[in-house]
């Protein structure tokens, strides 16, 4: 089932491994690559269609300069930052407790629960933007961050219920036995016994939900008009001026947006620990 | 006090009746071993007493109080898991105090408790390493020491033993005798293994598809099993069971015509002459049996097979019917596989067991 380590495939295999990893690579990342070169290729390069070739002078300066001058950039970033972080919180806090109980009880209906929880990731978001734009029309969130959180919110619980579901039942269910019979309260239970060990599944699954959150530019687009709740996604687009397409300058923003999620995927490296329930049980 | 008392208890699941119907009484401060073979019913019955698995049917009282219906937390019962179920993320002595600390237990009291504790169980040095850095008996003392701190009236085990190897066992057995000696609380111990049994439980109860086969005292199990299941579960080798016929004859005896056509008179003053019959079976266990043939009957047969144990050896021996025997002679005994031997009964210690398999003659060499 596991790929077999290269130390023991065949010789030749051995040798081309060197050289084709990183082609690969390469290849793999060519679009991140051409990104980061216009992203300091000069406006006369583009002007001149030189779009791929090698960028006749060095403009990285000048480009990224111009992004933070000639837009809203750091209020569009903000923005990304007040969209996403509340979202992270809200939809991981909600699933937590909405995993443990469906991890956990047997309730009548939970089984139902469960797979209109599931069910509800298969739903293709595209669908729902007329309707949930009159909502949040009506409901006087349109244009507003809050409108963003509160529909990010609980279009993320789903995926992150099912996710938080598995992994709470994939602990040692003895745990929360002996928790139990131990007079601790289920709340107590939650809290101090099963939540210090859902620590791995809230880091990958915080980093999941930010990366996609701040990556989102549909509802971003969809949702609001004005600069004052504009994520950076979408404001980007500004950097294109009205009638000539500014693409370096975009490459230049796209970087920097880029940013935040690498930025959080390290922050939380650390808590990616496996095993932590090493020990629970057995001899 | 905390006697426990279940009546007709009964535990379905999805369809299956897998305890069905349990009435028992566990005096207060004794040692219940609950046994029998894997899949029978040992654990669900601990953990309907434990609050773990709702009743069905049937009512549950510790101490005097009915517990049917209340939560595990309320029942004032502390258990050791077959598996430990230490929380991974906690220190041994957090490990210890977590549950008196959760139910608002002052700190000086889960540090004096906790203190007692490892010190009963050797733990002392070990308060700071977390579970994955303990060896398996070092967990299963934690896992006890949990249990302890609490002081419950009734603690409950559930195979707490079966993952250790041999010599742990013996001495973690000495242990928690120890332990019962000392905290005088009520215990049931669930294992599968007739020997843990036998040597700790003040009562055994034998459990076999759902239902208590017998209630008793190690050695009434041993000499007084009332039916075959019993019989056979309880003494290690198990016990012989051969194929007889009975017939009554005078002043109450019986005479059983034994594989091979012997006969053999057993006393049965108090048994009806009505019960015996063709059909029916005698057992006799391996240690009632001797290879010097000397006895109140002598079989024939061939040996199968033996095995040195050292201090005593075990014959395996095919009867003229067919049938086997298991005889236990001592470590110097000279039996080869192919040998004929002469197998002495010892009349006293024969059971005799009718159709159903129910005992209707013990022969129990202590009266
Ligand atoms: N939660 C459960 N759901 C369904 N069947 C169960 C459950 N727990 C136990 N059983 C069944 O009940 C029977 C007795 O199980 P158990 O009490 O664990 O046996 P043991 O005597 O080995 O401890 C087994 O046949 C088992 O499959
Ligand atoms: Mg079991």
Known sequence: MFPTPIQKAPPWVRMAYPLLLPIALIVWLLPLIGVAVTSVRPVADLAAGNYFGLPSGFAGVENYTAVFRDSPIGLYILNSFKVTVPTVIGAVALSCLSGFALAVYRFRGGTVLFFLFVAGNFIPFQILMVPVRDLTLSMGLYDTVTGLVLFHVAFQTGFCTLFMRNFIVGLPFALI?????????????????????????????????????????????????????MPVTAGLYSLNGQWVAAWHLVSAGSLVAALPPVAMFFLMQRHFIAGLTLGATKG | M?????????????????????????????????????????????????????????????????????????????????????????????????????TGHPASLIEERTRNAARMLRLDPLLDRKPAQLSGGQRQRVAIGRAIVREPEVFLFDEPLSNLDAALRVQMRTELLALHQDLKATMIYVTHDQVEAMTMADTIVVLSAGCVEQIGAPLDLYHRPRNLFVAGF????????????????????VVVTLPGGVALTLRAPDVPRASFDTGMRLGIRPEHLSATGMGDATLTGRVRLTEHLGSETLIVVTLPDGAEATVKADGLAQARPGDTLAIGVNAAACHLFDRDGLAILNGDLRS
């Open chain 2, 234 to 253: 309880i003494g290690s080798p198990t016990m012989n069971i051969l194929p007889v016929t009975a017939a009554s004859a005078d002043d109450g005896r």
């Open chain 2, 2 to 102: 905390a006697e426990i008392c279940l009546r007709g208890v009964r535990k379905v699941f999805g369809g299956v009746s897998v305890i069905k119907g349990v009435d028992l009484t566990i005096a207060d401060g004794a040692f219940c071993v609950f046994v029998g073979p894997s899949g029978c019913g040992k654990s669900t019955l601990l953990r309907l007493i434990a609050g773990l698995e709702d009743i069905n049917d049937g009512s549950l009282s510790i101490g005097g109080a009915d517990m049917t219906r209340v939560d595990p937390s309320d029942r004032g019962v502390a258990m050791v898991f077959q598996s430990y179920a230490l929380y991974p993320h906690m220190t041994v002595r957090d490990n210890i105090g977590f549950g008196l600390k959760m």
């Open chain 1, 177 to 229: 036995e002996a928790a139990r019979v131990e007079g601790v309260s289920e709340w107590r239970i939650f809290r101090f016994v099963v939540l210090p060990l859902m620590r791995p599944a809230i880091a990958a699954l915080s980093v999941l939900i930010f990366t996609f959150v701040w990556n989102d530019y549909f509802w971003a687009t969809v949702l609001v008009q004005g600069q004052q709740a």
